[in-house]
């Protein structure tokens, strides 16, 4: 079975995950730092996301040891993504507390006006500046207070954001598999005490992956999901035998997953293709419009909204529904655009010749359950077979400073009140 998992993975990794080129593997290790004498008695919080892991694949794919652990603790019947249920956005947001528009990553590309250039998840250079993220990440949080840290490639941490970085890193690629990232993890463990991370960051990407590629209900997706089940049974096993104290985990997801209608998409505007007029990005289930001349947002605004059809609404940035957190009032980094078109699910928005996946997300999972994203997590600190109502993602980084007992050191929108029942 094992070798039958293991053919998957790297059956979806050639198929989805493709990096050309030699890929640098090293561990980064920033020197000279180590644990407080009151941090080696900290609790351990191993903070796990794996990416597209719908609120309901667990038990739609029978995932049998995040079943059972998440029957030890706490689970959520489902957690909310921040907005747009994108995966960059949402990962920073897990880890600083702040909505996408009150961080700055409002999109996995976008431009910045007052700097004049672009952010894209797939340009190193960018991914890694620490200018284009605002708030403080967790491990800077620990970092500060003298915790080490370390980071398995979730979004920003091989950036200098905050001010600063894991004290152990991998800047992001594919190469890994989740057995090998699961050693990785178990080897920081191993560490002596003034050296051993206390929190640790860990990513999957297979369940998104594949969603894209495959869709949701695709056996392929099924295979996914098991291969980060049988992982995270793997690194619950191997941290266990360690028997260190006080070892808690989270696992969690940025978002869902939903088959698109790409066969029929949505035409975008013929008015928009204006270069000297407007810039507009599309992340087809949320499309973005930048107004050169301000004096005509309203006028152009009106034009969409009497050639829309009933497939999508179009709405000025700063009437958007206010608990989307992404009008402008809440943009304070100035890169969202004053129009915005919201595609109806399965729909999207498709220029001509530009191909799609399967699945797709980034729609308001309040509208569109299917964006809905998992939370489960179990260990000392946490409650046993605990079931609560769906939150939003914000509410994790005030439960995780909680357990470290860490004082906020910047204002963030998660609330501890909201999830301060599931500790003990």
Known sequence: MKRGIHFIFLFISLLVFPQKGPVDTTQIIIPNRYNSVEAQTKPYVIMISADGFRYDYAKKYNATNLLHLAKQGVQAKAMLPSYPSITFPNHWSLTTGLYPSHHGLIDNYFYDYKRKEAYALSNRKTAEDGSWYGGLPLWGL???????TAS???????????GKRPTYYYPYHEKFTPSEKVEKVVNW???PEDKRPHFISLYFPEVDGSGHHFGPDAEETKAAVHLVDQAIGELVQKVNYLGLKNVNFIFVSDHGMIQVDGGVPLEIPEILFNKERFDFYNSQTLLRVVVKNPAEVKEVYKELKNHKTDDYEVYLDKKLPKYLHFSSK???YNRIGQIILLPKAPKIFLEKGKKTSVGKHGYDPRIVPEMKATFYAWGPEFKNDLVINEFENVNIYPLVAEIFNLKLEQPIDGKLKVLKNVLK
């Open 189 to 191: 463990l191993k560490l």
């Open 142 to 148: 620990a970092e500060k207070n003298n915790i080490l």
């Open 330 to 332: 809440d943009d304070r």
């Open 152 to 162: 398995m490639m979730w979004v920003g941490s091989a950036s200098d954001a905050g």
